[in-house]
T-cell receptor, first 114, second 116 residues
Framework: GENVEQHPSTLSVQEGDSAVIKCTYSDSASNYFPWYKQELGKRPQLIID?????GEKKDQRIAVTLNKTAKHFSLHITETQPEDSAVYFC?????????????FGAGTRLTVKP | DTGVSQNPRHKITKRGQNVTFRCDPISEHNRLYWYRQTLGQGPEFLTY????????KSRLLSDRFSAERPKGSFSTLEIQRTEQGDSAMYLC??????????????FGPGTRLTVL
């Protein structure tokens, strides 16, 4: 199955700075990479995703890049705001018939200091 | 609210008791997933359904755990003879399924289980 590693486990930035979270995956056949934001006591919310036929995707202050050769993908948040503080999870989906091989990273706790 | 819903939101039980959780997916989604999340970790996959068929079960799902989705809509997850190690947040997610692989999963709010 797929194995996803996420770094760093904690990240603290000053408001307005950029934050970058990196994930690596093990199976080159993985083709879908979502990122979720989870605030304390709340459900994981999808914030952005990327498919393996795309190298970069951007949505306002959030962008995701994918390097299929190196099997890693990253979340970039620019102009961070205190409300960006949360735990962020990456995931990789390995498509197999009748199997749900969606594996999550362990999460990155982002703190944005005002 | 047309999102994924879960009930109850919190459950406290004594060790050895049975508990059952319910998940109502987004209505047009035919795939439904159960995950377990412990503090400081990402969601761990437990099992998933496509319509009423349970297609995969994780090795994490011991024989004390059983899940059903009898009519292909809501699902239940039952834990028998609960143990303290079962304490966790149990998350449900749903997704549409298409041959084009639009498989984005949307999570419910979770059921937090505490086993005393």
């Amino acid at each position: 199955g797929e194995n996803v590693e996420q770094h760093p486990s904690t990240l603290s930035v000053q408001e307005g700075d950029s934050a970058v979270i990196k994930c690596t995956y093990s199976d080159s056949a993985s083709n879908y990479f979502p990122w979720y934001k989870q605030e304390l006591g709340k459900r994981p919310q999808l914030i952005i995703d990327i498919r393996s036929n795309v190298g970069e995707k951007k949505d306002q202050r959030i962008a995701v890049t994918l390097n299929k050769t190196a099997k890693h993908f990253s979340l970039h948040i620019t102009e961070t705001q205190p409300e960006d503080s949360a735990v962020y999870f990456c995931a990789a989906h390995l498509p197999r018939d009748n199997n749900n091989d969606m594996r999550f990273g362990a999460g990155t706790r982002l703190t944005v200091k005002p | 609210d047309t999102g994924v819903s879960q009930n109850p939101r919190h459950k406290i039980t004594k060790r050895g008791q049975n508990v059952t959780f319910r998940c109502d997916p987004i209505s047009e989604h035919n795939r439904l997933y159960w995950y377990r999340q412990t503090l400081g970790q990402g969601p761990e996959f437990l099992t998933y359904f496509q319509n009423e068929a349970q297609l995969e079960k994780s090795r994490l799902l011991s024989d004390r755990f059983s899940a059903e989705r009898p009519k292909g809509s809501f699902s239940t997850l039952e834990i028998q003879r609960t143990e303290q190690g079962d304490s966790a947040m149990y998350l449900c997610a749903s997704s549409p399924h298409s041959v084009r692989g639009k498989d984005t999963q949307y999570f419910g709010p979770g059921t937090r289980l505490t086993v005393l």
